[in-house]
């Protein structure tokens, strides 16, 4: 039996624990009957409330939401925790089970010891949001769907939220990295928009310039493209793409 077998089989308890991120403290030897967990089916059956709840609360500041997001909640009445009548309580089961059995195979995989290795939990993906989704997927989005407008409007309110929290990534390479696909995608029009909201809010950015320009010669803009490499190389005079790329479009002498 190989050590990710065993490890699956006996240590689930253990994994669970460091998925959470947290070590939980021992529950009281003898918890009342009527605070006993139930429909337990990730976790272990016999563990108490309070060692529960400590999972729980880790669930809930890594995606950034409240007990109802998984459990059926009525009003005027507690969380009805043992049911399964929403579809997000049985997802968070599924990538539990995923992430123990990841966290478990680690040591055989890459041959380190276990309390070497850096674990698995819902923040590695999550960063504090129900859907680990990149800004600049939502954003493609947004822009394909409703329009550069509604997706400068949302990058907004998303940095207005968000910003300082480790969920998305506002610096100045976070829409640079939106709009490369799209230039991919031969959305060349969306792409400058995206580059020129960046230049907005950090206007010394030459590898913005750098990328409008190639979205410029996607366009078959080739004019427009070695502006906009001058522009960048009035910036950083030592940018190796900028020069390059300069160098392929500017006739020979």
């Known amino acids: 039996m190989s050590m990710s077998s065993v490890l699956v089989r006996h240590s689930v308890a253990a994994a669970l624990l460091l998925l959470a991120g947290a070590a939980f403290a021992q529950a009281p030897a003898q918890a009342p009957a009527q605070d006993a967990p139930k429909n337990l089916k990730v976790l272990p059956k016999d563990w108490t409330r309070p060692q529960v709840i400590n999972v729980m609360q880790n669930f809930t500041a890594a995606l950034g939401v409240g007990c109802e ?8 009445a507690p969380p009805d925790f043992a049911s399964d009548d929403k579809k997000e309580k049985d ?50 989005k947004t822009s394909k769907d409703k329009g550069f407008a509604a997706a400068s ?12 929290a480790q969920a998305y990534d506002f610096s100045e390479q976070g829409l640079i990295a939106t709009a490369r696909p799209l230039i991919a995608q031969n959305r060349q029009d969306e792409a400058i928009q995206f ?8 206007p010394k950015s030459a590898a913005s310039y750098v990328t409008i320009a190639q979205a410029q010669q996607g366009k078959k803009d080739n004019a427009a493209a070695i502006e906009s490499l001058q522009k960048a190389l009035a910036i950083d005079p030592k940018n190796a793409q ?4 300069l160098g392929q479009l500017q006739p020979k002498k």
């Open 91 to 140: 997802r968070a089961r599924a990538m539990m089970k995923i992430a123990t059995d990841l966290n478990a195979a680690l040591p055989t995989a890459l041959g380190e010891p276990a309390d070497q290795l850096t674990r698995v939990g819902c923040i590695t993906c999550h960063r504090g949001v129900p859907e680990p989704k990149q800004i600049g997927e939502i954003l493609s």
């Open 195 to 202: 580059l020129q909201l960046n230049l907005t809010l950090f």
């Open 69 to 76: 997001y998984c459990h059926v909640e009525k009003e005027g």
């Open 242 to 245: 900028a020069t390059r790329m």
């Open 153 to 164: 409007s949302q990058y907004t309110e998303l940095k207005t939220k968000y910003y300082g």
